[in-house]
């Protein structure tokens, strides 16, 4: 290995061996409300988040969009706030929102300069307590949730590609189907489904308050308890836990659209660091998402995009932090006169020359080095630090699992990522699409 590459290698494990975890502090009100508090003095800022454990993952198949659907409304109006006036008031302030909703959780989040703490946690607790879910709001609002559905996916063909193929990839969980819902349903939702999803899951037991910045346990506790602990408990819902286990069989597909260039995608149902039966299993699974894909050393980029020049493009990656079971996913564009045969086949090749054979000792420390860097960036912005404690919580995972990530690479063995190779990358967990552009005209 080049002398320079080594001495960054071990920059990077002595940092994150011997750095100071930033101190947290978790207690929890009396109504269930679990609280998690960031202190990162570098600036005078603070991040504000809510999540709550509700995904489109725990839609009814019925019901497909609504988690998304009801985060709109989230910032329509309550009691006291008019429709968009959540929003205008953060910026009188300096400050900025947002939200997202994803497969395992809906989150939303306020940015300020630290002394406008107060206003975030009123603002966000008069939701909870006021929300109000107008008719003709919902119905306004729908539509501009189908547009969005209209111009990201079914009017690109790539996207509508993967849509189609995930709902192949993933049997028999919640996350077959999109998160923006299915067109047909989405457009059946009806005002009383969201008001019914705000009063299942949006309870103060469901639900995780990061805050993260240049704050005190002993200032936010007071705060907290003043806007927050009054709202009542309510009811917990149940999420049971969902699996592709047994595995469902080899799947195909082959979907015809208008895309430009063909594309191969190919997914394994694998565990994820919640379902698995071994925590090892996450992280040998994460190694070998960067053995394959992680930079242009990494096999798949210096083997078949530059060394064969089967693909335009290709690349792999591990999605190990859900709820339920995690996806290893395989996606490439082969070039002009390459099949989409022959490059599946090269790809399986690449599994199974690591399922035969360990990968080097160097090999294993650069894509630690490289999977541990991104770790690192992540975690240096005060966004990023409460993204990922209000993810592990939601998850329900320990945050400290993030102290521990470092260690927990380090004990994966090149025996580890070739077992996991073997073990879960196999035909019989796989779904495997051939995107073809149709004929035109």
Do not use: C
């Amino acid at each position: 290995m080049h002398k320079l590459v080594v001495i960054t290698l071990a920059l990077l494990f002595s940092v994150a061996a011997n750095a100071q975890p930033p101190a947290t502090h978790a207690f929890q009100l009396d109504n269930g409300l679990k609280v998690l508090v960031r202190e990162d003095h570098r600036a005078p800022v603070v991040t504000v988040m809510v999540w709550f454990k509700a995904g489109s993952f725990d839609e009814a198949p019925y019901e497909t969009g609504l988690a998304h659907l009801l985060e709109h409304m989230m910032f329509k109006g309550t009691e006291h706030l008019g429709p968009g006036e959540f929003s205008r008031l953060v910026a009188r302030f300096g400050g900025s929102d947002n939200a997202f909703t994803s497969y395992d959780y809906t989150a939303y989040f306020q940015q300020y300069e630290v002394s406008r703490l107060p206003l975030a946690l009123e603002l966000e607790s008069e939701r909870l307590k006021n929300l109000k879910i107008d008719d003709q709001a919902f119905k306004k609002e729908l539509q501009v949730v189908m547009e969005e559905r209209r111009q990201r996916t079914d009017d690109n063909p790539n996207a509508l590609a993967w849509e189609k193929f995930q709902a192949v990839a993933r049997p028999g969980t919640g996350y077959a189907h999109p998160v923006i819902g299915w067109s047909n349903l989405l457009a059946q939702l009806q005002p009383e489904q969201a008001r019914s999803w705000f009063k299942r899951f949006y309870v103060p037991g469901n639900a995780t308050l990061v805050i993260a910045g240049d704050v005190t346990e002993a200032q936010v506790k007071p705060l907290v308890n003043r806007f927050f602990a009054g709202l009542p408990a309510g009811d917990t819902p149940p999420r049971p836990r969902q699996a592709v286990n047994p595995p469902a069989g080899e799947r195909r597909m082959t979907l015809h659209l208008p895309v430009k260039v063909p594309a191969l995608y190919m997914m394994y149902n694998v565990p994820s660091l919640t379902t698995a039966e071994e925590k090892k299993t996450f992280y040998a699974l994460t190694l070998l998402g960067g053995v394959l894909d992680g930079g242009l050393s990494a096999r798949i980029e210096s083997r078949l995009v530059r060394g064969q020049r089967l693909a335009a493009g290709a690349g792999a990656g591990y999605d190990g932090l859900n709820r339920g079971d995690g996806a290893f996913t395989l996606t490439a564009s082969p070039n002009p006169g390459v099949s989409l045969d022959r490059l599946e086949a090269a790809l399986k090749e690449q599994i199974q020359q690591l399922a035969q054979t360990p990968p080097s000792e160097a090999e294993m420390d650069r894509v630690r080095a490289g999977v541990l860097a991104d770790q690192i960036y992540q975690r240096d912005s005060v966004m990023g630090q409460a993204m990922e404690l209000g993810m592990l919580s939601t998850l329900g995972l320990d945050w400290r699992l993030s102290e521990q990530f470092s260690e927990n690479l380090e004990a994966v063995t090149p025996e580890d990522v070739r077992d996991a190779a073997r073990r879960w990358l196999v035909a019989e967990r796989s779904a495997v699409a051939h995107v073809i552009p149709e004929e035109q005209p």
